[in-house]
């Protein structure tokens, strides 16, 4: 698959307009995981987690750290204008998680009775 095939293909399932746009959201994407290398150091170093178990240092980056890179890509989404983008995606982060972790259901009360 050629480079311009790759990229219309990814364009066209996250209903991306432009190819600035794309590398507008790949370089989102790029700063938001950029912070997250830069700030994980500092951050365990605040907490005094430096020769902590594996078990606590997961904890923290999955309490911490995934909501501060979700914030991150907002945050670069905006000031690259691509703010509509990447709060599609944290919508739909939210209801997978309503969904999966809450067991809430969407559906209403009607519907969810007769399923």
């Not at 690259?80 to 969904?99: D, S, T």
């Amino acid at each position: 698959m050629s480079a311009r095939a790759f990229l219309d293909k990814v364009k066209a399932k996250y209903n991306i307009k432009s190819d600035l746009d794309f590398w507008l959201i790949f370089t989102t994407f790029s700063l938001a995981g950029s912070n997250i290398g830069f700030f994980r150091p500092k951050i365990f170093r605040l907490f005094g987690i430096t020769h902590a178990h594996l078990w606590v240092k997961v904890l923290v980056i999955l309490f911490f750290f995934v909501p501060f890179y979700q914030l991150s890509t907002l945050f670069y989404g905006t000031l690259l204008g691509q703010f509509p983008f990447f709060w599609e995606r944290q919508k739909k982060l939210g209801r997978f998680l309503k969904r999966k972790l809450l067991r809430i259901d969407d559906a209403p009360i009607a519907q969810r009775a007769s399923s």
